[in-house]
């Protein structure tokens, strides 16, 4: 069987950095599993530098080579790569713009749908165009009187709002907004992370997610597993993965068969109609009423040990591995 040189690349530097460690681990104990792959983890700092595991410096060269700065060390070619990097510069698509520069196939989401999807802007026009629920909002593009007035309307008009930076991660940069007296620090800061905000309706809603995905030409998606967070709160980040979080998680929501088939229907519609790529998770709230709103896509979701992403496809009778193995080998057919 001949070899193929599979690039485990890692880090990038962002608020995620530590978790996309993690996540990397997953791959790595899974990717042991596969006869055939040369796997070489290189980590990426805030710098822009490139690193192995046992530290040495190294970069991705434009003919698809990792390069180390010691020169003894003989150029490592890369036939495939993982970008397994949360945040920046992963999910916002431009480590895939290299890559399709240089004509390196990699896993995961394009450039052009990753960006899509990261941009919450963006994300809620096409969900929107693609006739999706989703929550009310509006849209800011400066901190300033006009954007401070508007946010305050928008509050006397929901009673309750989450203020978003638009180009951040799912917990980074958000905050809900219940009274006037934190609303214009709370803008402040959330401009602070993107140069767009998004402002948001806080929905009472029960918080559902979906394991979507590429097996074998089909698109899969999960039954919706569930975030319950203690009291009053939303999903922060710290609550994502903090030893001490007080979520809790369901494989498997106890809803009905038909909201199911509905939220799964929906998530395959935006994973179709934003042209993803192998993986994502895609996030939903079931309000009281039955509501089905669609919150946002995580085209790249983390795979920690107490990840949902792999919990919920594990649960739905596939193998990550060899899911795994099935789209590398079909872009390197």
């Known amino acids: 069987m001949s070899q193929t040189n599979l690039l485990l690349l890692c880090g990038g530097g962002g608020d995620e950095h530590a978790i996309s460690l993690l996540s990397a681990n997953f791959f790595e104990t899974s990717l042991a599993d596969i006869a055939g792959f040369n796997v070489l983890r ?3 700092d805030a710098d822009g530098h490139y690193h192995t595991k046992d530290g040495d410096i190294c970069e991705l060269t434009n003919r698809k080579q990792i390069r ?139 918080e559902l997610e979906v394991a979507a995905y590429e097996l074998d030409g089909e698109i899969v998606a999960t039954k919706p597993g569930e975030i319950i967070c203690a009291g009053n709160t939303f ?8 030893v001490d979080s007080q979520a809790q998680t369901k494989v498997e929501a106890d809803i009905s068969d038909e909201l199911s088939q509905q939220i799964q229907e929906y998530a395959v519609k935006v994973f179709k109609g934003m042209k993803l790529s192998h993986l994502s998770r895609i996030d939903f709230f079931l309000t009281d009423e039955n509501e089905i709103l669609l919150n946002e896509i995580n085209t790249f979701p983390g795979l920690t040990p107490i990840s949902m992403f792999p919990k919920m496809l594990e649960n739905h009778g596939d193998d990550f591995t060899q899911y795994l193995y099935s789209n590398i080998k079909s872009q390197l057919a």
Not at 235 to 242: M, R, V
């Open 235 to 242: 999903y922060t980040f710290d609550e994502k993965y903090a």
């Open 68 to 206: 180390f700065e010691d020169e003894s060390k003989a150029a490592w070619p890369v036939d495939y790569v993982i970008p397994c990097i949360h945040g920046y510069p992963g999910e916002t698509g431009d480590i895939q713009s290299y890559f399709e520069l240089i004509n390196l196939p990699y896993f995961g989401c394009d450039s052009e749908a990753s960006r899509n999807c990261f941009n919450k802007v963006t994300a809620k026009m096409w969900f929107s165009a693609l006739g999706i629920p989703n929550t009310p909002y509006i849209f800011l593009n400066e901190f300033n009187d006009d954007a401070i007035t508007q946010t305050e309307q928008a509050l006397d008009t929901w009673g309750s709002v989450f203020i978003k930076a638009a180009s951040q991660g799912s917990s980074v940069g958000c905050y809900r907004v219940d009274s006037k007296e934190t609303l214009a620090s709370s803008l402040k800061e959330a401009f602070s992370y993107s140069p767009y905000v998004v402002v948001e309706k806080t929905i009472h809603a029960r």
């Open 42 to 44: 290189v980590e990426l």
